[in-house]
């Protein structure tokens, strides 16, 4: 997606009522174009050989015949350049946990506004990782009780990162754009984007999504 161009959107939900109606709105929002609409995830696979058509697919999880969580990890083996953004009504921490794993960019609750469906998706396009904010605080909440996994990989100390950085991270995690970074935080905008830069070479990723799957799979936060 070039700068000033329509993000594009495909949508894979199979309930008929929430499809059109998700459909309509994101026909008339600014900045976006829905380049496609699916009932099920199968029919988006089946065109998985051609050059990706959209920036962003806004997959449900319980789906026809194939789950939106599998689709989800096919479709990154092939376009991961492609983001996926959860919209469910599926709360369970396991089942966020097993959809960010799987490779998703961002989780957004069916029962969202229209104005922070619309603030989320801009974020994942900036290359943020859009959590709802009750998603958010589910996750944290299964991190600060969940055992340590079993080769879980390095401890944040590992990896180098500072108590700023893991602030900053922490902050991605709840899905915080880098001004709310900064307002929680206390410090400029300059600098959160010092500590994003940092943690990203730390952690050798390119994205706000790839920073938050590390750092839940890794419980870094």
Do not use: C
Not at 113 to 129: F, H, P
Not at 133 to 140: D, E, H, R
Not at 205 to 214: D, G
């Amino acid at each position: 997606m070039g700068e000033g161009e329509p993000l594009r959107v495909i949508l894979v939900e199979d309930n008929p009522r929430y499809r059109e109606g998700l459909a309509t709105f994101l026909r008339h929002a600014p900045g976006f174009e829905l380049v496609a609409v699916h009932p099920a995830a199968d029919s988006l696979l089946a065109e998985i050989e051609r050059a990706p058509a959209a920036d962003l697919v806004l997959m449900d999880i319980e789906l026809p015949r194939l789950s939106g969580i599998e689709a989800t990890r096919r479709l990154k083996a092939h376009w991961p350049e492609v983001k996926v953004v959860m919209i469910t009504v599926f709360e369970e921490p396991t089942v966020i946990l097993e959809a960010i794993t799987a490779g998703a960019d961002g989780y957004l609750l069916k029962r969202s506004s229209a104005r922070e469906l619309i603030a989320q998706l801009e974020l994942v396009a900036r290359g943020g990782a859009p959590l709802t904010a009750g998603v958010a605080s589910t996750v944290l909440e299964l991190l600060r009780h969940a055992p340590p996994a079993q080769g879980a990989g390095p401890a944040p100390e590992r990896f180098g990162l500072t108590e700023r950085e893991q602030e900053t991270l922490r902050g991605l995690v709840d899905g915080l754009s880098y001004q709310g970074v900064a307002d929680r935080l206390g410090i400029s905008l300059h600098t959160v984007r010092h500590h994003v830069r940092s943690v990203y070479r730390k952690l050798q990723v390119n994205t706000s999504a790839e920073a938050v799957r590390i750092a839940i799979r890794r419980r870094l936060i």
